[in-house]
Structure formats: C-alpha cells, structure tokens
C-alpha cells in the first residue's frame, strides 16, 4: 500500500527533524503538510487546501483554523494543528467552535505526531468531545493505516467513513474499559461474576475475595488464550518445517535416468508438430516419469515407467484416466503417437 510507505517516510523525517523544530509553523511544513499531500490532496492548489480558513463563530469574525481541505467547493476536514511539543488534550475546545461554524463532517486536530479525527455521532454538527480515530504516526498498526487511507482523495467517502466512526469509537472505548478492568475490577463486575459461581450470599469479605480471584481469572484467561496461539503458531510451523523436509527427502530419491529424457525427447519430437516445444514439460517422481502440458498436474500427457523389471508407458483418456501400456524399450513410444495427439486435442478444446 503506498500510502503506508508515505506514512512511514514522515515517521521517519519526525524521529530526525523534530528536536531541530521549535515552532507550530515549523511543524506545520515538516509534518503536517506532507500527511495532507499522503492523503492525496495538493497542498499548493488554494482551492483544494486552504490555509487560514476563516471559520467565524456568531459574532466573533476572523477565527481562522490552520487548514480546511475542499471537495466540490464545501469544506469536508478542518485542521487545527499545534506545535509538536503540545499536550493536545487542551486545545480540542478550539476546534470544537470551529466545527459547528464551518458545517463540515470531519475535524482533524494534530501536533504532527499525534493525530485525532473527529465527527459528529452524538450530535448532528456538533463536534463529539472525543475522536473517533486516534494514531501516533510514529507508531502505526496496519490496521490503523487502512482507517487513514478512507480519508484519501481517492477513497473518500462520508456516509462510508461516518458509518464506520461508529464502531471505532465505541470499540475504543470499549478497549479501554476492559483495560481497566482487567487491571482494577469493579465491585459490580466481581458480583456479577461471583454470583455465577458462588451460591452463598457475598458479604464484604467474599467480595473482597473475589475481587483478587476475578483479576487472577482475568490474567490467566487471557495468559491461555496468548500461550494458545503462539503454541498453534509454533505447530504449524513445525509442520510446515516437517513438509520441506519430507520433500526434500523423496526429491533426493529421485534420480533422472538419461533413457527417461530420452524418451522425452521422442514425445517432444512427436508433438511439437502441434505445439511449442516450451509448452512441454516433465516432472520426475520416485515411481514414474511425467510428461506434462504447460507444466500442469492437472494435464497429463504421458507417464513413463522406465525403472521397473517391465517397462510401460502410461496413455491418458478423460473417462478412463492413466491406461499402461507395455513397451520393449522407449523407440515403441512413436507406436503411440495418434493417442498422444489424441490427449493433446483433448486439453485444446476445453
């Protein structure tokens, strides 16, 4: 995915400009501004990215936020963007005003490093109090990256991104209450699950027992589940492991006799009237020597069993699949060269 080495080309430049930056309009061309041309949108077309677009609130005029990105002439992000340095969490007000003045869906506020979008699910134009979408771009998780790539140029689309700041919203959040609790149960949650388990009344000394109980059932649940997939991870590699060895094992069985190419010099010397002579190939096998169209299992065209007492050549039919046929050396493969034409007209046709 491109954008994702785009993203991971300003990670790289934040981790080696960043202490040389001192001021948000630093921050602003060295981070901000190549994020917005990875989405696809040109920073140097005035119509397309606004600076300083003017978002006025009531009767306060000339508030401007950082950047406004348009499409089809109506602003579809605002961006208010802080010097690299700042805690965010004491400037999302601002962008609060902002959204309701500008009608737009999406607001965007960042310091170059730390990146939150927000929308409007709780309210129709007033901006949530909390992102939908939150990343350090330094530190991106794949699937994070697609969440980005819906805000491209290419790729956007409102009702699809609004439909999906649902679920990432509330799943966030629904992360971090499970952290907690993992971490600290509530007493409502240790009764909840107590009461499953225990059958005696829970006075303040059970629950104060079971409060240590449902974190160690909490970390050992989880503890499983992580040893599982690793161990399943682990076996299917092995197995994986075991398969190559095999392989290698049975191919260093297999040895190529000059009367098997041979042979396969007379069928090439018979069907290359009708076909290219790259379209036929062999394989070797610890039990006979396959001829094949296009390098395909799937289409026989003859087998040679050469390394027995009795020598055969294997005819193929579609009803009947792999009919031997014995022969006293490999000069009696031309006898069978209207069979052999036969399967090739057989695999042409289809």
Not at 23 to 34: D, I, M, R
Not at 135 to 140: A, E, Q, S
Not at 143 to 167: G, L, M, P
Request: hydrophobic share 35%; net charge negative.
């Amino acid at each position: 995915m491109e954008i994702q080495n785009q993203l991971k080309a300003i990670a790289e430049k934040i981790h080696t400009l960043k202490d040389k930056i001192d001021t948000e309009e630093s921050t602003k061309h060295a981070f901000v501004l190549p994020f917005i041309n990875a989405l696809g949108y040109d920073t140097f077309n005035p119509t397309e990215v606004v600076p300083e677009f003017t978002a006025d609130i009531g009767l306060k005029k000339g508030e401007k936020v950082d950047y406004a990105i348009f499409q089809n002439d109506q602003p579809i992000i605002i961006i208010e963007c802080k010097n690299w340095k700042e805690n965010l969490n004491a400037h999302n007000s601002q962008l609060f005003r902002y959204f309701h003045a500008s009608k737009t869906r999406f607001a965007l506020l960042t310091n170059g490093i730390e990146y939150r979008f927000y929308t409007d699910l709780d309210a129709t134009n007033k901006m949530d109090e909390k992102p939908f979408l939150e990343f350090n771009i330094t530190d991106l998780k794949e699937n994070t990256v697609h969440e980005i790539a819906k805000f491209q140029k290419a790729n956007f689309d409102v009702k699809k991104i609004v439909d999906n700041a649902s679920s990432l919203k509330y799943t966030k959040e629904l992360r971090k209450v499970i952290t907690t609790q993992l971490n600290t149960p509530s007493i409502d949650l240790v009764k909840l699950l107590a009461k499953e388990v225990y059958p005696g009344i829970l006075t303040k000394r059970v629950t104060e027992e079971f409060t240590d109980l449902v974190g160690k059932a909490f970390n050992q649940t989880i503890s499983d589940k992580v040893n599982n997939r690793l161990n399943a991870a682990l076996n299917k590699e092995t197995e994986k492991q075991q398969e190559e060895i095999v392989e290698k094992v049975e191919e260093s069985k297999i040895v190529t006799t000059e009367e098997e190419m041979d042979g396969f010099r007379i069928v090439v010397a018979i069907l290359r009237r009708v076909l290219p002579t790259h379209r036929i190939a062999h394989r070797d096998t610890q039990s006979y020597f396959g001829i094949l169209l296009d390098d395909n299992n799937r289409k026989p065209l003859c087998r040679l069993h050469l390394n027995g007492g009795n020598k055969y050549i294997g005819i193929f039919k579609e009803e009947n699949g792999e009919i031997r046929n014995p022969i006293e050396s490999i000069d009696d493969i031309y006898q069978f060269e209207e069979q052999l034409l036969a399967t090739v007209y057989g695999y042409e046709k289809e």
